[in-house]
């Protein structure tokens, strides 16, 4: 490329400074390299970079026609589309902020999610999303111009009074935007260079586990940064395969997919639908990949589910070969080198297990997998690394992109998160809580002035994790300064930490685990569906519901053994003595666990304050009168007997 | 567990419907075509002249048959009589300097076009009574030949088949026939896999499940099984005349009576009814576990020192092939094709037991 093609916004280093100057150098030096990727109607659909630019100019014409204007912010719902993405670094060429919010939000948080900056526009990936934002507009006036992806089942819409007034589709305001640039031959230069470093490029909100969720800006000066700075510490890599299918809300997607797809142009894969992610997964066979720690459990207990009803041979050679292979796994972490009859049975285990899972799941060709979110279980974590797959993980929060720390190959060790990466120092308050400061952090919360300070303290983000930091830099994440919490006899205890080692079983999909002040440990367990119901079938037990499963003597019985194991690793006075089955999963809809799938402890205690009581009277079982919400937003109750058992300590 | 799919994602229609979008499908079938071109410098030429030779013209003869019963689900018991026609045709035209490519299509026209007649029974009878009809066209076109000097130069005469040529290289060596047999053996495979893909293939298979059905459905019963009758004769005639051309080098009535038709028939059942793989399956077994078993028993009664009556000697090869024949059947009604792709199966779900979401 000749030198005068460097025409958009650089850094003192060269690299683009924004999101919009990383799509103008891709279009200009990758411009027939494919940027998005989207299974549609069943084949992979593609865009080149030039294509992808020319298609978000014409929408950021289009939008400036809607009223789109410098420092406005303009709500999206929906999954991952690539006209989503499109949108939002539209709304950034035009210095606009792009506020993603989660697909399946309730009305009442999409109202909270939506107050900062009072968004007048609206884009909608289909007909589901259009009736919420109607609904939105119709408790808050707001947004006027919904613009929707998807028009099927639209139709009837447009004209009809007053939900149709000021509903457009993408389609329309594309080609709007493409005739305005054919006609104002400068406003394509506008367009590509307005975009400054400071500029927001996201409005995301935190999970809100504790309250309100609150606005996070990020600038293209943090995703920029932080990208580059990770890509030198080897975490991107130039033109990755990347798997878009993570929530467009959670920084995790803006992070590692949008940001890290546009500055290190990468190719954008997106599936088809939520239900057929798997199959697309495997089909995309991405080389970074990026999930939750459950999605790393849910995957672990497909594959253990998929070998349990295996045929005897295959079984009997995965019952050979896997063991060996977490064995071979855990010494190496320790530091050992394996001995050569080692060598030859993991050889052989590669070959005849190893590698045909990994192609299973679709990360035969990844190698860069990164956990992180929340603390992924060991067991989980080893099952993966000897399968293959080099998952490491990663510590970072929405304020920074995400990206603070990461684990590097060769140091990986079982406790830590990694080294922080290039460009971000962390240090410890005398309190032990972690704060970071690099080019990534972001520069205080929207509209709130007195949280930012407070957690900006001394040019410094608080993170609000405990923490300490080893001699060889390596960092440990001890759990939320908050959420360290005391029994009774005073034993020091992260709740989290044991939850998480009672989901590595398959048939555990939700615990919440009591005991801070009290004498004693217990335990609210939602069991997994799936997993217990395809165990009971296979036993002969015959059952109605999730309710019905779950209160079954041999279910019960079936999950005492799963929290005696995990008894069996705790210390004396934080084993579980009692525990109950609880009628139905914990779900987000009723605000028992965030749409991350967080805990919201103080939730579950007043929800279940009856059952905790009746955990630590003693009692052989609780009626419990479960308040339950109809979609239709009606309350309705039912009431159920649950069966409370005793662990063996 | 040999099989990848992760990674294979198609950006058109077209792709997606490619005939081995599985790696390992694809280097499977590369791997045996290389070993069949490579095959007359690896091997003796007893194997590739008396084995290969026989079995790439034997399997191809049966994929003719198979496009009329797997394919379309008419019977069909005549079917030597077909290649018989070919064969004699093509061989009269060479006779009279007609050159081979010529010849052969001709063969092959021929075929069609008395094998349609036969095939017309089609439209009025089925299974057992069209069994019957194309057993009749078995009988009279024998007849017919033998009693027509003309054609077969006499009841006991051998018909010698001149030497051919073939774009211009000539057939009389054993290397140049049997690349000659390949090459027709793989354009009649082409032509069967790609069949299947087509409206005409998909009419068959309707055909095929009810004939009725597949009217109400639009598709013309008359039209489609003439044109089943036509292309399977066709293919007939055409391998026919390979086969008096380059593998019996003469012909004579006797050696197209029902016995080539029955062998045939076995094949394409043996190999699987419908399946592309199963006819080289069948005409494998068909053509060879008589003689493998053959040499098995006479080197185990001579190994153990056992004298065997005469009698039983010559019939016990025949009494083992049959219970093969039936085992296999028993043991898989879809034939060996289905047996191998069952074990495809095995490994391309490795190392679960089904195909999972």
């Not at chain 1, 026609?65 to 949108?87: E, K």
């Not at chain 1, 792009?98 to 399946?104: E, K, V």
């Not at chain 2, 439209?123 to 069209?130: D, M």
């Amino acid at each position: 490329m000749s030198m005068q093609a460097i025409s958009w916004a650089t850094a003192p280093d060269g690299a683009p400074a924004t999101l919009v100057a990383a799509l103008h150098r891709n279009a200009a030096q990758f411009g027939t390299r494919i940027a998005f990727r989207e299974r549609k109607f069943g084949i992979w659909q593609q865009q080149t970079w030039a294509e992808v630019l020319e298609e978000i100019l014409a929408l950021a014409a289009g939008f400036e026609s809607h009223g789109l204007t410098a420092g406005a912010v303009m709500t999206l719902i929906g999954d991952n589309r690539p006209r989503l993405y499109y949108s939002m670094l539209a709304a950034n060429m035009l210095r606009a902020i792009p506020s993603p919010a989660y697909p399946d939000i309730p009305l009442e948080e999409l109202i909270a999610a939506t107050k900062h900056g009072a968004p007048l526009l609206a884009i909608a990936e289909d007909q589901e999303q259009v009736d919420k934002l109607l609904e939105l507009r119709e408790a808050t006036g707001r947004p006027e111009v919904i613009a929707f992806d998807d028009d099927r089942g639209l139709r009837g819409y447009e004209g009809q009074s007053p939900g149709g007034q000021g509903l457009v589709s993408l389609d329309s305001v594309s080609e709007a935007g493409r005739k305005r640039l054919a006609e104002e031959p400068e406003l394509r230069a506008r367009l590509l260079s307005v975009a400054r470093p400071e500029d927001i490029a996201i409005l995301l909100h935190s999970s809100g586990t504790t309250g309100v969720p609150k606005g996070i800006p990020l600038s293209h000066g943090n995703a920029a940064r932080g990208v580059l700075n990770a890509a030198a510490s080897g975490y991107f890599r130039q033109h990755d395969e990347l798997f878009a299918y993570l929530p467009i809300a959670w920084v995790g997607d803006f992070a590692f997919i949008i940001s890290a797809g546009v500055m290190m142009a990468g190719v954008i894969n997106i599936p088809e639908r939520q239900e057929t992610v798997l199959p697309d997964l495997r089909a995309a066979a991405p080389t970074f990949y990026l999930a939750a720690p459950r999605a790393w459990d849910q995957m672990l207990t497909r594959i253990q589910v998929g070998m349990q009803e295996s045929t005897p041979l295959k079984r009997k050679l995965f019952d050979f070969f896997m063991p060996r292979a977490v064995e071979l796994e855990k010494k190496r972490l320790a530091g050992g080198s394996p001995t050569f009859s080692e060598r030859v049975v993991d050889w052989f285990g590669d070959k005849i297990i190893r590698a045909p899972l990994r192609d299973w799941i679709g990360l035969a060709r990844c190698d860069r997998a990164y956990t992180g979110g929340e603390a992924l279980g060991e067991d989980t974590f080893i099952f993966f690394r000897a399968l293959g797959i080099k998952l490491k993980q990663f510590y970072g929060q929405t304020e920074t992109c995400a990206l603070t720390a990461a684990q590097q190959e060769g140091h990986v060790k079982l406790h830590t998160v990694g080294r922080p990466m290039q460009g971000v120092e962390v240090k410890l308050s005398d309190e032990g809580e972690i704060l970071v400061r690099s080019p990534s952090v972001f520069s205080g919360y929207f509209d709130d002035p007195e949280s930012s300070a407070k957690s900006l303290t001394g040019g410094w983000l608080h993170t609000g994790d405990a923490g300490r930091i080893e001699d060889d830099g390596e960092l440990v994440v001890l759990g939320r300064v908050s959420e360290i919490v005391h029994t009774a006899k005073g034993e020091r205890y992260i709740p989290n930490f044991i939850e998480n080692r009672l989901k590595f079983s398959p048939f555990i999909r939700n615990v919440a685990v009591m005991g801070a002040g009290r004498d004693m440990l217990t335990a609210i367990i939602c069991i997994d569906f799936d997993a217990v119901g395809h165990w009971a079938e296979e036993r002969a037990i015959s059952y109605t519901s999730y309710a019905d499963l779950s209160q079954k003597p041999q279910v019960h019985a079936l999950i005492g053994t799963v929290v005696e194991h995990v008894n069996s690793i705790q210390p004396e006075g934080l084993r579980i003595r009692r525990f109950v089955n609880l009628h139905k999963d914990f779900d987000a809809d009723d605000g028992e666990i965030t749409r991350t799938r967080k805990l919201r402890r103080n939730v579950i205690e007043t929800n279940y304050a009856v059952l905790i009581d009746a955990l630590y009277a003693g009692d052989q079982e609780c009626t419990y009168r479960a308040v339950i919400a109809y979609e239709n937003g009606e309350k309705g109750e039912i009431v159920r007997r649950l069966v409370i058992s005793e662990a063996k300590p | 567990m040999f099989y990848r799919r992760s990674g294979i994602r198609h950006t058109r229609y077209q792709s997606e419907r490619q005939l081995f979008p599985l790696g390992f499908d694809r280097f499977l079938i590369l791997s045996v075509l290389a070993v069949l071109l490579a095959a007359p410098f690896l091997f003796d030429r007893l194997y590739v002249t008396g084995y290969l030779l026989p079995w790439l013209i034997w399997s191809s003869a049966a994929l003719g048959l198979n496009l009329l019963m797997g394919g379309a689900g008419q019977v069909h018991l005549g079917y030597g009589a077909v290649m018989a026609m070919g064969a004699y045709g093509s061989v009269h035209l060479m006779r009279f300097g007609a050159p081979l490519e010529l010849a052969m299509i001709a063969g092959g026209l021929i075929s069609a076009s008395v094998g349609i007649i036969f095939g017309a029974a089609a439209l009025r009878v089925k299974g057992i009574y069209l069994a019957m009809a194309t057993l009749a066209m078995q009988s009279i076109v024998d007849f017919v030949i033998s009693q027509t000097p003309a054609i077969s130069g006499g009841a006991l005469a051998t018909l010698q088949a001149p030497p051919a040529r073939f774009l211009g290289i000539s057939l009389s060596g054993e290397r140049e026939t049997y690349y000659f047999a390949l090459l027709v053996c793989a354009v009649i495979t082409l032509f069967m896999l790609n069949v299947r893909r087509t409206s005409f293939g998909r009419a068959l298979a309707a055909i095929r499940e009810k004939d009725y059905a597949a009217e109400i459905l639009g598709i013309s019963t008359l039209r489609y099984k003439l044109m089943a009758f036509w292309v399977s004769s066709f293919i007939g005639g055409v391998v026919g005349s390979v086969l008096a051309i380059c593998y019996l080098r003469a012909v004579s009535p006797d050696q197209f009576h029902l016995d080539l038709s029955i062998q045939i028939l076995a094949m394409v059942i043996v190999g699987g009814l419908g399946s592309v793989l199963g006819p080289f399956f069948g005409a494998a077994l068909v053509l060879f576990a008589p003689i493998l078993i053959n040499n098995a028993l006479g080197s185990a009664f001579s190994t153990f020192g056992m004298t065997v009556p005469i009698d039983l000697r010559a019939h016990l090869p025949l009494v083992a092939y049959g219970a093969l024949v039936i085992g296999f059947l028993l043991y898989e009604p879809y034939g060996l094709a289905k047996i191998y792709s069952n074990v495809r199966t095995y490994l391309l779900v490795w190392p679960f037991r089904h195909a999972q979401r």
